[in-house]
């Protein structure tokens, strides 16, 4: 009988330890804006290489690192989506529904609240006020969109910190699914500095021929990027009125990043892009 106790004890603290390792590589690598090979992590932890590997392996098979070309490792997607996952992005769709509605009766479209999915290559919907309309554009609560193809997919991974934008453009399939969708890289890149440039994603029939969306950023009060808020509809009704939405969209953002604390610079634009 105490043997057994021994051995389960043995176990428990076992356990321990390798949990308490996890966190240390966890926060050891976020430190690192360029990654870290195996044997820093062994120096920097004072472990041996063949206690970490395993590890690191795990940690890379469920998405929380990435091992780059040369074999260092990053943050991955998932440990990124965990980072936004504060309090004030809990409360996020309590906080923004007085703006959704206000965004939805000024422009009449479906208005929805999008963040990063736990894939990274994703858009969820955590809320949405939806259209009067008879004709519009409808999704629901939960629902997921491709990062590339939709403008709240976009207006999220364009003011992301460089290095986690980085590593989910790595990721992305980038399928097509209509003739504006962009499915190159160099191409999202340049769209992505351009949402940058305007602090706005238009998308006209780059996920489904008819529907097009306006979508802007919401940042927290450090500047970082943990939302989109956007306007989707039917094309022929939006396309005339682009300019008018994408105005009507980034105050509702505006206002929303500013009930999370966030200031933003003179010109209007959120001062995203942290990192």
Same mark, same amino acid.
């Given at each position: 009988?105490?043997?057994?106790?021994?051995?389960?004890?043995?176990?428990?603290?076992?356990?321990?330890?390798?949990?308490?390792?996890?966190?240390?590589?966890?926060?050891?690598?976020?430190?690192?804006?360029?990654? *870290?090979?195996?044997?820093?992590?062994?120096? !920097?932890? =004072?472990?041996?290489?063949? +206690? #970490?590997?395993? $590890?690191?392996? /795990? &940690?890379?098979?469920?998405?929380?690192?990435?091992?780059?070309?040369?074999?260092?490792?990053?943050?991955?997607?998932?440990?990124?989506?965990?980072?936004?996952?504060?309090?004030?992005?809990?409360?996020?769709?309590?906080?923004?529904?007085?703006?959704?509605?206000?965004?939805?009766?000024?422009?009449?479209?479906?208005?929805?609240?999008?963040?990063?999915?736990?894939?990274?290559?994703?858009?969820?919907?955590?809320?949405?006020?939806?259209?009067?309309?008879?004709?519009?554009?409808?999704?629901?609560?939960?629902?997921?969109?491709?990062?590339?193809?939709?403008?709240?997919?976009?207006?999220?991974?364009?003011?992301?910190?460089?290095?986690?934008?980085?590593?989910? *453009?790595?990721?992305?399939?980038?399928?097509? !699914?209509? =003739?504006?969708?962009?499915? +190159? #890289?160099?191409? $999202?890149?340049? /769209? &992505?500095?351009?949402?940058?440039?305007?602090?706005?994603?238009?998308?006209?029939?780059?996920?489904?021929?008819?529907?097009?969306?306006?979508?802007?950023?919401?940042?927290?009060?450090?500047?970082?990027?943990?939302?989109?808020?956007?306007?989707?509809?039917?094309?022929?009704?939006?396309?005339?009125?682009?300019?008018?939405?994408?105005?009507?969209?980034?105050?509702?953002?505006?206002?929303?990043?500013?009930?999370?604390?966030?200031?933003?610079?003179?010109?209007?634009?959120?001062?995203?892009?942290?990192?």
């Amino acid at each position: 009988m105490t043997l057994r106790i021994q051995e389960r004890r043995a176990r428990a603290e076992g356990g321990h330890r390798a949990a308490n390792r996890v966190v240390d590589i966890l926060e050891l690598v976020a430190a690192s804006r360029e990654g *870290l090979a195996l044997r820093e992590v062994s120096a !920097h932890l =004072e472990a041996p290489k063949s +206690s #970490l590997l395993p $590890l690191l392996r /795990a &940690l890379a098979a469920r998405g929380y690192l990435e091992q780059t070309r040369a074999g260092e490792y990053r943050l991955g997607a998932k440990a990124l989506e965990l980072g936004t996952g504060s309090a004030a992005q809990r409360e996020l769709p309590e906080l923004a529904r007085p703006a959704l509605h206000e965004l939805m009766r000024r422009t009449g479209e479906t208005v929805f609240l999008g963040t990063l999915a736990g894939d990274g290559r994703s858009v969820v919907y955590v809320d949405k006020v939806e259209s009067e309309q008879i004709i519009r554009y409808a999704a629901g609560v939960g629902d997921r969109r491709p990062l590339h193809a939709t403008s709240s997919g976009k207006a999220i991974l364009a003011f992301l910190a460089a290095d986690a934008s980085e590593t989910i *453009l790595r990721s992305l399939p980038l399928d097509r !699914h209509t =003739e504006r969708t962009v499915t +190159s #890289l160099p191409a $999202l890149r340049a /769209a &992505l500095e351009e949402i940058r440039r305007a602090g706005v994603c238009v998308s006209v029939d780059e996920l489904v021929r008819g529907a097009s969306g306006v979508a802007a950023p919401i940042v927290d009060r450090h500047g970082r990027v943990v939302a989109a808020c956007s306007i989707g509809g039917p094309t022929d009704r939006m396309r005339p009125q682009l300019r008018q939405l994408a105005v009507e969209v980034k105050a509702a953002a505006r206002a929303i990043s500013a009930l999370l604390g966030h200031r933003a610079h003179d010109n209007g634009k959120p001062n995203g892009r942290v990192g």
